[in-house]
Every structure is written in structure tokens, then in C-alpha cells.
């Protein structure tokens, strides 16, 4: 009996028998050929990243498809995120799609900040499969400074007017992105003297705002003066003085009290001495 050889193999076929194959030894050279039927009614699965195609026949493997997609901070280009075939899957068959907070987006726009899955799918209707893979693109950190000046008279406050030119600088933002940045600024003392000046409640705004976070929401300079009241320069609204009890004219020296001396809004302490104040 004549023993037929071993199954061959061929890309994107699959081995049905050998024809010609004689059941005893021949006298004479025999030629033999092998009956190949191409792989179809192929089915797929899906396992983690990748999708496994076999035909539908034999169970063979005939091809695979993978998706890759990388993590990353925000850097205002989109994130890499591609697929690869292998053995009879072709590119063309492979449907990719991408979505960011379950909503489908472009490739395109895979450069936002956020939390995003792309997809590949193989097959159509119930026969299809589709494999997915998360990625990320994290807000990109900024550092917030004081910039600008603020000189004032001291006041007894730590305020800083509002007519100032006191405003926050971002390091980090990428060219061409629009944000900026507010604060509630204050002198770190009320008096004179005070040169730092903090900002706090630091916040984000601009188109691309979204895209960043900030290291902190305080900073601190000292581009700031308090400087000391000139007491020569004050108007008669910057100072209340209330008198005690008037005096009733009895033909003798009399002192009237003063009952409290309120100057740019401070109290002042003061003495008397006779009939003179100090």
C-alpha cells in the first residue's frame, strides 16, 4: 500500500486531498497533485487588543488584526493609534473607530485631553468581532506666577485696590493655545513695609482651558510696597474726629474731650495734656 504524504500547507487555502494517489505501489512514475479549496465563510473572535480570523471550513488560522494606541499628556497633537494585519486580513476589511466618554469622535480629534477607546471591527452583522483598547491623553501641568507691581499708602488692610497691574503668568502652555488665568490677590501683611503679594483661588479659562491643570492654585511675589502714610497729604474726608459733651460758657477756661479720632479709617490713639492733643 502506498502511504500519502503529509498535508501541505498554502496561504489562504486549505488541503482537501491528494488526486492521482494510487492504493498500491505503481510499475512505473506516477505524478500526484494536491486538491486545494481556498479558505472561505471565514469567522472571527476577538481576544484583549486582537481579532482572529479562520476559515469557516477547516478551523484554520487565516489571518490576525491588532490595535495599538499609546497613552500621553496633552501636547496639542493627536495620539498615535493604528491597527496591523497579518496573513490574508486585509487593511480594507478592518473598520477603525474611536470614542471619548462613550461618544464617537474623529481621528482627528484625538488630541483633546480625556479617556478614549479605539476599535477595530472584522466581519459584518453577527459575524463580526471587534476588539478595543483604552488609551489616555492627561492634562498637561502648569506653573502659575505673580507678575505686574502694586504700590499703595498703608490703610490698616491687606487689600489690594482694584485698579492694579497685578496678573498671572502661565509657564507651560503650548504655542498657540488660548488660556489664561484669574486670582484674588492680597498683600501678605497690612503693614508698611509689605513687599509680597499672594494670590489665591488661581483658576483656568480660554477655549483650550481643559487641556491643562495647574501645579497650584496659590502663588506668591514680592512685587508689591505698602508704603508709609504721609499724614501731610491727607484730605478732610480721610479723617473723623467726634468731640465729647460742648462746653456751656462760664466765663472759665474749659477742655472739651475728644471722644475718638478716626483717620483713613484706622483708630488713632492720641493723649491730652492740658488743653493740648496729641
Request: glycine fraction near 8%; proline fraction near 3%.
Amino acid at each position: 500500500a502506498v502511504t500519502a504524504p503529509a498535508a501541505p500547507s498554502r496561504d489562504g487555502y486549505h488541503f482537501v486531498a491528494w488526486l492521482n494517489l494510487p492504493a498500491t505501489m505503481p510499475a512505473e512514475n506516477v505524478t500526484i497533485k494536491a486538491v486545494w479549496e481556498a479558505h472561505k465563510d471565514h469567522t472571527y473572535s476577538a481576544s484583549g487588543n486582537t481579532i482572529t480570523a479562520k476559515c469557516g471550513v477547516c478551523g484554520e488560522v487565516v489571518g490576525t488584526v491588532s490595535i495599538t494606541a499609546e497613552s500621553k499628556t496633552y501636547d496639542g497633537t493627536p495620539a498615535a493609534a493604528d491597527y496591523h494585519c497579518s496573513g490574508s486580513v486585509d487593511r480594507n476589511e478592518v473598520n477603525l473607530s474611536f470614542t471619548k466618554d462613550g461618544r464617537y469622535v474623529n481621528g482627528e480629534d484625538l488630541a483633546e485631553e480625556g479617556a478614549y477607546t479605539a476599535s477595530i471591527t472584522l466581519g459584518m452583522g453577527e459575524d463580526a468581532a471587534t476588539a478595543s483598547v483604552d488609551f489616555t491623553i492627561a492634562k498637561k501641568e502648569l506653573t502659575a506666577t505673580v507678575s505686574g507691581s502694586m504700590s499703595k499708602s498703608y490703610d490698616g488692610t491687606n487689600a489690594v485696590p482694584e485698579r492694579h497691574s497685578l496678573n498671572i503668568v502661565l509657564n507651560g502652555v503650548i504655542s498657540g493655545d488660548a488660556v489664561t488665568a484669574s486670582a484674588d490677590f492680597a498683600f501678605a501683611g497690612a503693614n508698611a513695609g509689605t513687599t509680597t503679594i499672594n494670590a489665591t483661588n488661581i483658576a483656568l479659562s480660554g477655549k483650550d482651558a481643559a487641556n491643562y491643570e495647574l501645579k497650584a492654585t496659590t502663588a506668591s511675589a514680592d512685587v508689591g510696597e505698602i508704603v508709609v502714610l504721609d499724614l501731610q497729604y491727607l484730605e478732610p474726608h480721610d479723617y473723623d474726629i467726634v468731640f465729647g459733651t460742648e462746653p456751656v460758657y462760664n466765663g472759665k477756661e474749659q477742655t472739651m474731650t475728644v471722644e475718638s479720632f478716626v483717620m483713613c479709617g484706622l483708630d488713632v490713639t492720641y493723649e491730652l495734656t492740658g488743653n493740648t492733643g496729641t
